[in-house]
């Protein structure tokens, strides 16, 4: 909110991901305060091993349909952050906005903020095609709550109202990117940089969870390369669980596979750039999301991109002028559009361009705060 001149404070958690809400032994950051880019932050310790008590517990309970599992897997997924609650209540703001469900912060949002009678903006994220996350009644209950909802596509708001949210407070925003910061790179420099050559490139960059469908893109990968043995793969993103399940699929690979593939796990912010400037196309197919942020990424990368049909993501990407879609964990799909893009460089090409057109008309952070700046003033006028 820099561009307006308004005061941002933060709080967090100590923890890298949200694995490390319920994995005890996995590095957390020092709790406290710091400040990034002008924003004071405060970082909050999370109890990780009562959430990690609860995982098998809440497993069970899900399975039989117990009625209060849904309080079960929120506090197993966890953040579980004592003393956050109050921290919010006391907080002098005027406005207190939180992101995003199912975890657990959302309802100690909610009630701080009802609790200090100030308004609340709760932009939820939802992937409703994810029961165990989403299918929570306690979430739209809270939803209910809010001075106003921020759903990141109309499939999402529709989502919501569809539950009972109030139409006049669910406002359509989408997520935002710095497009400057990936227009100007040089494909063959990047790819120079991350070691590959000026070969084709397949890309998956975002976070290695079990629903993103890398599993399937590297499942696919072995059909593309029949066809065009010339191709590399990148795979890139956080440190997670999955990631070693990915590691371990890829070093039971022939050597010749091998050799055309890099899995890069953890890199800072600046290098992302640079990751979508060395790919040739985006590949996530992942089975649920409420938005994806890394096909706008792509896109002001200038890269046409492959996602996977339902949901929200068929409401981000249009098919055949931006990107293609694809059925989720449908390997042989997957292939087949990755080597039509591949196939006609032209076609990707004009694919890529119609993705940063859309993403410089709508994605850009400039229009995206100023979206969230008009939802913020919407409800101080109506407290």
């Not at 405060?42 to 399975?63: N, T």
């Not at 596509?153 to 949210?165: C, L, S």
Request: hydrophobic letters at 45%; one cysteine or more.
């Amino acid at each position: 909110m820099r561009q307006f001149g308004d005061e941002v404070t933060v709080f967090t958690t100590d923890c890298y991901n949200g694995d490390a809400f319920y994995t005890p032994d996995l590095p957390r950051m020092r709790a406290g305060w710091e400040e990034i880019n002008g924003v004071r932050v405060r970082r909050f310790p999370v109890r990780r091993r009562l959430s990690a008590a609860l995982r098998r517990p809440q497993a069970f309970a899900y399975r039989l349909g117990l009625p209060f599992n849904e309080h079960l897997r929120a506090l197993a997924g966890g953040p579980i952050v004592p003393g956050l609650r109050r921290a919010i209540a006391e907080w002098p703001a005027d406005v207190i906005s939180a992101a995003s469900f199912p975890l657990l912060h959302m309802f100690d949002a909610i009630e701080a903020a009802r609790a200090s009678r100030r308004p609340c903006v709760l932009t939820g994220c939802l992937h409703s095609h994810d029961p165990w996350g989403f299918n929570r009644p306690m979430i739209y209950r809270a939803i209910d709550k809010a001075d106003a909802y921020v759903a990141l596509t109309p499939y999402e708001a529709d989502y919501v109202v569809a539950r009972g949210a109030n139409p006049a407070r669910v406002h359509t925003v989408g997520a935002g990117v710095d497009a400057d910061l990936y227009g100007a790179i040089s494909a063959d420099e990047a790819k120079w940089r991350l070691g590959f050559d000026r070969r084709p490139l397949v890309g998956f960059i975002g976070q290695i969870g079990g629903h993103k469908g890398v599993d399937t893109l590297v499942e696919a990968m072995p059909m593309v390369w029949k066809e065009a043995p010339d191709v590399n793969l990148l795979i890139a993103g956080g440190a997670t669980l999955f990631a070693t399940h990915i590691e371990r699929v890829m070093s039971g690979w022939p050597p010749d596979y091998q050799r055309r593939s890099r899995l890069h796990v953890g890199f800072p912010d600046e290098r992302k750039p640079w990751l979508f400037g060395a790919i040739d196309l985006l590949a996530n197919p992942s089975g649920h999301e409420s938005f994806g942020i890394t096909f706008v990424e792509a896109w002001a990368a200038g890269k046409p991109v492959i996602g996977a049909r339902g949901g929200a993501v068929q409401t981000v990407i249009d098919d055949g002028i931006d990107g293609l879609l694809v059925d989720y964990r449908d390997a042989a799909g997957l292939a087949r559009a990755i080597l039509a893009l591949l196939s006609d460089p032209v076609r990707a090409a004009s694919m890529g361009a119609a993705g940063r057109s859309k993403t410089l008309a709508r994605y850009t952070w400039g229009r995206i705060v100023e979206q969230y700046r008009r939802v913020y003033e919407s409800v101080l006028t109506r407290s």
